[in-house]
């Protein structure tokens, strides 16, 4: 199983909408609605953004939203603010195990 | 309420044996997949495998395949990570996450290799 394809960064201005991609393919991403996104700032265990492709846990802002379109799924950040600043890993279930992305690192111009 | 609490960081020599622990409560322990996640210094999150304890069948990622054990004891919901001979290149944050729900992290475990 290869690694998920992140882009190395992305960055927005405050207030600015961003999309980081998650590239998989028909053995994992294309074939199940199973896609979740983790945050983890510097030295913190990740934390769960978005779940089974497009659902929040309770806490998450509705600032974060995901989606899926063949065998890419995005996390849209929308009104960037300071903390968003961290790396960000999607995580898509693969059958019979799970493989994570090559991560994204997001920086608050 | 749902707790992975994973056991304290450890620092070993090359060669040396290590387990390392993740206690889980709050839901049913033999139901739902632990799984185990590395995360080298500077690098990325990558899944090491995952086991289910009311079986203990396992699931091995292809690069962890035959470079550590995963085990569970059901009768304290306990999981557990062995090396039997460890690598400088071991040497990192190992997570424990349950997938109960939609999933809960454990606190991290540092393992430091260095002779």
């Known amino acids: 199983q290869s690694a998920l394809t992140q882009p190395a960064s992305v960055s927005g201005s405050p207030g600015q909408s961003i999309t980081i991609s998650c590239t998989g393919t028909?053995?994992?991403?294309?074939?199940?609605?199973?896609v979740s996104w983790y945050q983890q700032h510097p030295g913190k265990a990740p934390k769960l953004m978005v779940y089974e492709g497009s659902k929040r846990p309770s806490g998450v802002s509705n600032r974060f939203s995901g989606s899926k379109s063949g065998n890419t799924a995005s996390l849209t950040i929308s009104g960037l603010q300071a903390d968003d600043e961290a790396d960000y890993y999607c995580?898509?279930?693969?059958?019979?195990?799970?493989?994570f992305g090559t991560g994204t690192k997001v920086t608050v111009l | 309420e749902v707790q992975v609490v994973q056991s304290g960081a450890e620092v070993k020599k090359p060669g040396e044996a290590l387990k390392i622990s993740c206690k889980a409560s709050g839901y049913s322990f033999t139901n739902y997949w632990i799984g185990w996640v590395r995360q080298m210094p500077g690098k990325g999150l990558e899944w090491m495998g995952i086991?289910?304890?009311?079986?203990?069948?396992?699931r091995y990622s292809p690069s962890f395949q035959g470079q550590v054990t995963m085990s569970a004891d059901k009768s304290i919901s306990t999981a557990y990570l062995h090396w039997s001979s460890l690598k400088a290149s071991d040497t990192a944050m190992y997570y424990c996450?349950?997938?109960?729900?939609?999933?809960?992290w454990g606190q991290g475990t540092l393992v430091t290799v260095s002779s």
């Open positions: 028909s053995s994992d991403v294309g074939s199940y609605n199973l």
């Open positions: 996450v349950s997938l109960y729900a939609s999933g809960n």
């Open positions: 995580c898509s279930y693969a059958g019979s195990l799970y493989v």
């Open positions: 086991i289910f304890p009311g079986d203990s069948e396992t």
